[in-house]
């Protein structure tokens, strides 16, 4: 895909597109602000990183506890090699482009044409940022409707192509 083709939209059309009811459209904004928008836009308050932090955070423990679930027989070992790849930038950043937030990020003129938009780490930037801003707004369990099927449609690929295994 290049950088002419993607189609834009706004985080209302964003959270209508995936059915996810923010009260606090601000926030998701704030979500989906990276910090080269704030250079070009100086009535733009906050970037996305600080929600980036909370994200990180809420996705480390929601996919740890959903394995644990969902794994009964899987030892500890396992469970984290399991974890670290639903939760490296490369797994996140397919979440993001398979729900096409990328229509929604907020980004300087520059930062776009040095294809920004495409960026894996920017997008699982965003995808945390998005995570930590459901939380704030809709509480845990409406994180967990969110990711979880995600991580279940995900999991199986893991397995079968072994990337939760440590390449040593």
């Not at 836009?41 to 996305?48: G, K, S, Y």
């Not at 969902?70 to 996140?92: H, I, K, W, Y």
């Not at 099927?149 to 072994?162: A, C, F, G, T």
């Amino acid at each position: 895909m290049s950088k002419k083709e993607i189609v834009r939209e706004s985080p209302q059309q964003l959270i209508d597109r995936l059915g996810v009811k923010f009260k606090d459209t601000l926030l998701l904004t704030r979500a989906l602000t990276h910090r080269s928008y704030l250079n070009e836009h100086p009535e733009a308050l906050e970037d996305n990183e600080r929600l980036e932090f909370l994200g990180d955070a809420v996705l480390d423990f929601l996919v740890g506890e959903w394995l644990y679930n969902r794994f009964p027989e899987m030892e500890e070992g396992d469970l984290t090699q399991m974890r670290s790849a639903l939760v490296q930038t490369n797994q996140l950043a397919d979440f993001a482009r398979n729900l096409k937030i990328e229509r929604a990020i907020r980004l300087g003129h520059g930062e776009v044409k040095s294809g920004g938009l495409l960026r894996k780490t920017l997008l699982c930037d965003v995808f945390e940022a998005f995570t930590g801003a459901m939380l704030l707004d809709l509480g845990i369990d409406k994180v967990k409707e969110f990711i979880y099927p995600l991580l279940e449609n995900s999991v199986m690929d893991i397995i079968k192509q072994h990337k939760n295994e440590d390449p040593k």
